[in-house]
């Protein structure tokens, strides 16, 4: 036969030993060459093994992302290097540093890293890149104006005052709630109604098909987390097996499919409906102009959908959590609401704007427990950075946890002192000390939306409640840091009506 001379070649034993060295020599250079990347730049990392790289170093039974967060930074410094896999990262928590690459040199760094890259979310403006990340950001800016705030405003209190009412049944008793749960339950009624112009009574427990999606979403199997990060380049794969995933994914996809294809059927506008949804449509529909794709309409919808429930959720229950633990705090936040408020049910924007020491309290909550733990950037092209060559494609993480913990920028970190953010105090500190939402160009979007319900939903509750521990409260509380940060066994508390009180 032609091709004998090749099994005859196989048949001596050296072509196997040439084929093994061979197959060893690929899996060096594929493998253990690529951890000497920092070493060879004098630039320290964790212990970096082959295959997983340094994900598993300084790592303990229950110890969480963000504890892990801290530990490596106060053992490497604040600069150091990470290998996700084969792959190197640095990890930057110095200041100036992160100014740099986040502001002042925007345009070396433009762009997010992106590792859980799935249909439809590399299409939304969290992963977008350059020239199409940023013509989406100007469709969406309108929506979050001053003047849509205050459009938004009444529909935000109507789901507030549905969660007040819930809370009033369960006052004065022994009872305690996780206060968690029903925040979640608040901020997707928040979203659906606000984004979409949809009445989804996740309150009453009649959309417990969407909350379920959404928490799957959010809520990725660890398994295909870890190896998405291991092998960016099958994180398709490895998300699409985790199937509570991807079937909740694709139900949040059907369901707004489903109201945008309403809308066209209506001949709907922006005179029908005041939300984000209708103004992608509407720039979408204009021929002057050049528009979203229906597939990328349906991207920023999920986006902010996903966005803007948990992390609004978490931020309102670590808040809650923080004045039950913190009564004399929680009593002169109570008297400045009550001060502005003057006995008016109902509150309103300017009220919220005057309303200083809330914004100090949620802020000082924000640096605690901030629900984006990490920042992501991705350098465009190679640049130099404070003595640190940064190369093209190289990933950046930025600790926000650890630098809202460092005690050199925070003095007690671990205390709530919500004067850490009097107008003196912030001026006196470096504008990248705080990150809750990010900093430069690429900031959170929809931060203004945030603040607003995260304001609205705490005002209101003062005015009418005092939240109390109880024997089941948690504390110090567990945290779960996947996605974002979270209460891990949720937030127990007991409700008591001030009027009770006094």
């Known amino acids: 036969m032609q091709f004998s001379w090749l099994s005859e070649l196989y048949d001596h034993s050296y072509f196997r030993y040439v084929l093994i060295a061979i197959i060893i020599v690929w899996l060096y250079i594929r493998y253990i060459t690529p951890l000497q990347y ?14 997983v790289g340094t994900i598993l170093a300084d790592t303990k039974q229950g110890i ?26 640095y990890m930057i928590s110095d200041l100036e540093m992160i ?12 762009n997010r890293a992106v590792f859980l890259n799935i249909p439809q979310s590399e299409l939304g403006i969290v992963n977008l890149k350059d020239d199409r990340w940023k013509h989406v950001r100007t469709v969406l800016n309108p929506t979050f104006t001053a003047s849509k705030m205050r459009q938004m405003l009444p529909i935000m209190a109507e789901s507030v005052d549905t969660l007040l009412k819930k809370m009033e049944k369960v006052a004065d008793n022994d009872q305690s709630i996780d206060i968690a749960e029903w925040l979640k339950l608040l901020t997707m009624e928040v979203i659906a109604a606000s984004a979409f112009g949809t009445k989804c009574d996740a309150q009453s427990g009649a959309n417990d098909r969407l909350m379920e999606s959404a928490s799957a979403v959010f809520h990725p199997h660890p398994l295909a987390i870890f190896c998405s990060f291991m092998i960016p380049s099958l994180a398709r794969v490895f998300i699409g097996l985790n199937r509570s995933f991807t079937n909740g994914f694709n139900y949040l996809v059907k369901v707004i499919k489903g109201i945008i294809d309403s809308r066209r059927q209506q001949g709907a506008t922006e005179a029908n409906y005041k939300d984000l949804l209708q103004l992608m449509i509407d720039a979408s529909a204009n021929p ?21 429930y948990e992390t609004t959720s978490s931020t309102i229950s670590f808040t809650a959590y923080l004045l039950a633990t913190n009564p004399d705090i929680q009593e002169k936040l109570r008297e400045e609401i009550k001060d502005i408020c003057n006995d008016e049910q109902d509150i309103t924007y300017e009220m919220i704007a005057n309303m200083h020491y809330l914004d100090n309290v949620i802020n000082e909550s924000l640096r605690l427990y901030p629900p984006g733990f990490i920042l992501l950037r991705e350098a465009k092209v190679d640049f130099q950075c404070n003595g640190y060559t940064i190369p093209k494609d190289m990933p950046i993480f930025v600790p926000v946890y650890s630098i809202h913990r460092n005690p050199e920028i925070w003095p007690e970190p671990e205390k709530f002192d919500p004067d850490r953010f009097t107008k003196e105090a912030v001026e006196a500190r470096h504008p990248c000390a705080f990150l809750p939402f990010g900093t430069g160009p690429r900031n959170c979007v929809g931060m203004r939306f945030a603040l607003m ?7 209101k509750m003062m005015l009418r409640f005092k939240l109390v521990t109880s024997p089941d409260t948690e504390i110090p509380l ?25």
């Open 453 to 459: 319900e995260i304001k609205l939903s705490i005002a």
């Open 64 to 89: 969480s992302n963000v504890e892990l967060q801290m530990i490596q930074v106060k053992k490497y410094g604040a600069v150091f290097g990470i290998y996700l896999g084969s792959r190197p990262s």
């Open 38 to 51: 920092f070493k060879r730049l004098g630039v320290v990392t964790p212990p970096a093994y082959p295959v």
């Open 478 to 502: 567990q945290l779960r840091a996947d996605t974002t940060l979270a209460p891990k066994n949720g937030i127990r508390l007991r409700i008591q009506s001030v009027e009770k009180e006094s």
């Open 288 to 308: 002057d102009k050049r528009g979203l794709t229906d597939d990328e309409i349906v991207a920023q919808s999920s986006t902010f959908m996903l966005a803007g």
């Open 99 to 110: 100014k740099q690459i986040f502001i002042k040199d925007f345009s070396k760094c433009p």
